[in-house]
């Protein structure tokens, strides 16, 4: 089993950043991947970011990309999402998941970090 902790999410003004962390513990080594993703009220789950977990290799969504980051501290088992520029659309609750190799498909999941942007 593999546990996964958000933090980091609160209310910001649009044009301001967050950062967002989830820290994992348990079955670590069981981890290819990291991935954030966010849903909205009345939308569906949609992917953010991923980084994989010994190369670092990452990829993004459109939508956020250049204006978010994703990185990870091995050593502490925490994966980051820097979140810049942030818009009305980029609110909404933030989780982040482990799997393995597929971007797809994720066993572990957090249990979500509120993010609320005003205008």
């Known amino acids: 089993q593999v546990q996964l902790v958000e933090s980091g999410g609160g209310l910001v003004q649009a044009g301001g950043s967050l950062r967002l962390s989830c820290a994992a513990s348990?079955?670590?080594?069981?981890?290819?991947?990291m991935s954030w993703f966010r849903q909205a009220p009345g939308k569906e789950r949609e992917f953010v970011a991923t980084i994989t977990w010994s190369v670092g290799s990452t990829y993004y969504a459109d939508s956020v990309k250049g204006r978010f980051t994703i990185s990870r501290d091995n050593a502490n088992n925490t994966v980051y999402l820097q979140m810049k520029s942030l818009q009305a659309e980029d609110a909404g609750v933030y989780y982040c998941?482990?799997?393995?190799?597929?971007?797809?498909?994720?066993?572990?999941w957090g249990q979500g970090t509120q993010v609320t942007v005003s205008s």
């Open positions: 998941a482990a799997g393995g190799r597929s971007i797809a498909t994720y066993a572990y």
């Open positions: 348990g079955r670590t080594f069981s981890m290819y991947r």
